[in-house]
């Protein structure tokens, strides 16, 4: 029993990983697409319906049982709801902030998983959980702030980054809920990207945007998003939860901003500093010491 325990718990770890990998991939990614004349709201109708069609195509191909309650399926919705606010909100804000900053304001979503299953009961009071989150932040802040570049932050950027990590946070709750986590990880994402193509599909219609991509590299942006970012990143991260719990997941996803800033240099000419190098081994080691201690106490 214990070797299955710590083998969900490998699996987890990886799927975070994967996840942090993906979306830490999105902001430069969304923000060259930005550069191609694609909106928010066409950007983000291409990314999620293609999206899902990647995932009812998965569901459809491995024969997986789609059926649900009606009741759960209003679960679904509920969060569908939720992950539109945090879509909408962060891809608007990428459009006054650095990735790299709108990534680490989003790991305030962090605060709010741990806080809301704490208060809820479905998870315990963790002394080693605090300790490393609080070391998980000193390196964030190390990576993204760089002295010297001397931008200024837009405030419009940080409340449309803060209010997607809220809603992000409640998000991943909703995917924590026992009943949810019993389902296939393509099956509850599936459902939950449902509410957020209808509307960004009524915001495109009333903002009187296109629906389809203009042009050929509009295309591949939308199917870097979709792909990259919207099937592997939040299957992966639904399956990430399904194994070691949201608050565990949120943790481990504290790797997302460290891969946005580096994608950042990469693709956008950002700079490497001496406080992204010693930031990243600090949120590495944090997540490895945490996920080795939850092991040892299983």
Known sequence: MKIDLANDKVKGFICVMITCLAYGLMPAITQLSYKEGLTVSTMLVGRLTLGAAMIWLIVIIKKLDFRVDKKHFGFFLLIGCASVVQMVAMSESYRFLPGAIVSLLMFLYVSVVVVIEIAIGREKFNKVRVICLMFS???L?????TPGEGFKLSWIGI???IVA???YGLYAIGLGEKRTRALDSEIVIGYALIPPIIINVCRCIALREPLLPQTGMQALYIFLLAFICMYVAAVFFAKGIKYIGASNAAIFNTMEPVVAYFAGILLMNDKISANAILGGTLILG???????SSRQQE
Do not use: C, D, E, P
Not at 141 to 145: A, E, K, P, R, S
Not at 286 to 292: D, G, V
């Open 137 to 139: 932040i000193v390196g």
């Open 165 to 167: 990590a809220f809603f």
């Open 141 to 145: 802040i190390l990576v993204i702030w």
């Open 159 to 161: 409340i449309l980054a």
């Open 286 to 292: 944090a997540i490895i010491y945490l996920n080795l």
